[in-house]
């Protein structure tokens, strides 16, 4: 459909937001400038899947919500073709007082669904969100993984020519995850452009053929994703401040490796594993742990040597920081194997 | 058929307009976002498809902001025309039976007229604030938007002035004409108070105590204004100050047409064609820079 090359052409866009604050009861307060993006030029053709990357705050959503031309630039001009979809979050717009039906029905009518075809569209989300008779309960009823599932399999179905992702993935239980994260990728597949900003490091590098790293509302790296990534590492490594997650003890197994802890942690709070592979030099991130004291990985997540370093990943605010000391297999232990 | 097409040099200009045709078609559905500081400008046409999507985000819209007001009520909508009914009645109640010397149909009238202007105004103010309709993925243009606001208010004053409009016409021997003309003037006094109402919009976004001022003002005014009481009423300096007042145009005017006891005709027409040369002024400026302001307060925290 679209036939210029070309499907965002930014120049020069800098974004200030204008924000009202009072510091004393009888002020009158005054109006902050805060620059959010400044000076960002960039192409982006028809088939690119791009991401953008950097710390909170560094202006990624700040700028594909001013792609999808709902927030004013200060400067700069910004063209944009086609269709554009914005995904964040997982509400398109649901409505507590009507049931999941309901919403779904009108939401996909005032999106574009043809009505002819939304009757399959109302099947395809219930069969994909699995809310059984929740599905004609009323919205404002749903916990908030259901709502998540519900507003997952909506936006999941949507087409457009340009889709702009602002971290729409991880809603519902693990199995759905898994569930989402496929059907997010379908979705890719037949949308022509994707720009995803994420700290999804690997789902970027999965997704995406092109990486912009964005830091204090800079863009200050354009190139191949995977370069992208290198260079993110590198500008947010250097402020890395390690936090201690202590261990009692670990122990080495023929299924695997397990850890006792001091506290409890949880994986809502944003924690994961990453395996240095000494031979290979390589990472291997496990995102998937569960809640409790203890953290056990499997012998099949583990590379075959097992001469591999061990380092537990928190993420809080704005990057993940170290949650243990690093742990060093011994290459008895590999040898043992 | 290109064979054919081609074969006679009529046949190839046709070919070629049907080329050029064909390779303009596209273009011409492509729809273009260019995004200014000044302006945030949709270019191309709009397919009969889109059209017919961009009603049905109109409807979505109206549905929404009227759920809103009916929401976990028993009787549901039925509530949008029984509230300003109840209400009259209550005030029917105390102005007729407890001092037992005002006309009803005064009073249906003023109540009626009052309250339409108050939601109109308060529509306007917070028209501009809601940025996309309840609809979050997608860019709502502004025409769409105020074109469910548009919608939203006429249905809104209609369901607010019918049923009252019928108890005047049964009950209290209004004519049909003159109920007909009551609710046109209801529309009409809703329209030009949004659209005065949205120019007050990013003051308000600005300043929330401006918001809470006009609500004071409002509900002084529906003591001070000739609501309950026609202006014949007033006297001294009430009655000087309500000659600037412009609701007190509308509700005498409709207390003349449907044949009550009014003060319209002895008011200075002067007064009344400057109102309402700027009332109008104001909500055509209203309307045409509720685009601008929309999109001026996206960046606005």
């Known amino acids: 459909m679209v036939l210029n090359d070309i499907v965002i052409s930014m120049e020069n866009i800098a974004i200030d937001y204008f924000e009202y604050t009072r510091e004393k009861v009888f002020s009158l307060g005054k109006i902050n400038q805060i620059q959010a993006v400044k000076n960002a030029s960039l192409q982006i053709r028809d088939g690119e899947r791009v991401a953008i990357i950097g710390r909170n705050g560094s202006g990624k959503s700040t700028l594909l919500r001013c792609i999808a031309g709902m927030l004013r630039p200060a400067s700069g001009r910004l063209e944009t073709t086609g269709r554009i979809l914005f995904l964040s979050g997982v509400d398109p717009g649901f409505d507590p007082e009507l049931t999941g039906r309901e919403n779904i029905k009108q939401l996909a009518v005032a999106y574009g669904v043809p009505k002819v075809e939304i009757e399959d569209f109302i099947s395809s989300v219930k069969e994909f969100t699995e809310l059984g008779d929740a599905f004609e309960r009323k919205f404002g009823g749903y916990s908030g993984g259901m709502r998540g599932k519900l507003g997952f399999g909506f936006i999941s179905d949507l087409r457009s020519d340009v889709l702009l992702i602002d971290e729409t993935f991880g809603a519902g239980d693990r199995e759905f995850k898994k569930k989402s994260r496929s059907k997010m990728n379908a979705m890719i597949d037949e949308i022509s452009t994707v720009i995803m900003c994420t700290h999804g490091l690997p789902l970027a590098r999965d997704i995406c053929d092109r990486g912009l790293v964005m830091d204090s509302g800079n863009l200050v790296f354009d190139g191949p994703v995977s370069d992208a990534i290198d260079y993110y590492e590198e500008l947010t490594s250097s402020s890395i401040n390690w936090v201690e997650f202590p261990y009692n003890e670990k122990y080495v197994s023929d299924e695997g490796v397990f850890f006792d802890f001091k506290t409890e942690f949880k994986v809502a709070e944003g924690l994961r594993l990453v395996i240095h592979d000494q031979r290979k030099k390589e990472f291997i991130i496990i995102e998937e742990l569960d809640d409790g004291e203890n953290l056990f990985i499997k012998r099949n997540a583990l590379p075959e040597h097992l001469d591999c370093k061990f380092k537990l990943q928190q993420f809080r605010e704005d990057r993940w920081y170290d949650a243990s000391r690093y742990i060093q297999l011994t290459p008895k232990v590999a040898e043992e194997e | ?301």
């Open chain 2, 1 to 301: 058929m290109a064979k054919r097409l081609f074969a006679t040099p009529s046949g190839v200009l046709t070919a070629i307009g049907i080329i050029g045709v064909i390779s303009k078609l596209p273009e011409r559905f492509i729809l273009k976002l260019i995004i200014e500081h000044s302006k945030c400008l949709v270019l191309g046409e709009r397919t009969n498809v889109e059209k017919v999507v961009d009603r049905e985000k109109v409807l979505f819209m109206v549905r929404t902001k009227f759920r809103k007001t009916t929401k976990r009520r028993f009787l549901g909508y039925a509530w949008l025309v029984l509230d300003p009914l109840i209400l009259s009645l209550i005030y029917l109640f105390v102005f007729t039976v407890v001092r037992a010397n005002i006309n009803a149909t005064s009073i249906l009238i003023g109540i009626t007229m009052y309250r339409v202007f108050q939601t109109s105004l308060m529509a306007g103010i917070s028209a501009i604030p809601d940025p996309n309709g309840g609809l979050k993925c997608e860019r709502i243009s502004t025409k769409i938007l105020l074109s469910a606001t548009v919608l939203h208010r006429t249905i809104d004053i209609f369901f607010q002035t019918s049923l009252i409009t019928g108890i005047l016409v049964y009950a209290f021997d209004t004519s049909v004409s003159g109920g007909f003309i009551f609710l046109i003037l209801c529309q009409i006094m809703g329209f030009l108070f949004f659209g005065f109402g949205s120019i007050l919009s990013p003051l308000v976004k600005r300043i929330p105590d401006i918001g809470t001022l006009i609500g004071y003002v409002l509900r002084l005014g529906f003591f001070a204004s000739p609501a309950m009481y026609p202006m014949s009423r007033m006297t001294g300096l009430h009655y000087n100050f309500n000659e600037y007042n412009p609701f007190a145009y509308f509700a005498e005017s409709a207390r003349l047409l449907l044949g009550v006891d009014s003060v319209f005709e002895s008011l200075n027409p002067l007064h009344f064609l400057l109102i309402v040369t700027v009332l109008v002024l104001l909500t055509i400026i209203g309307f045409k820079r509720i685009d601008f302001l929309r999109w001026r307060m996206t960046t606005w925290s």
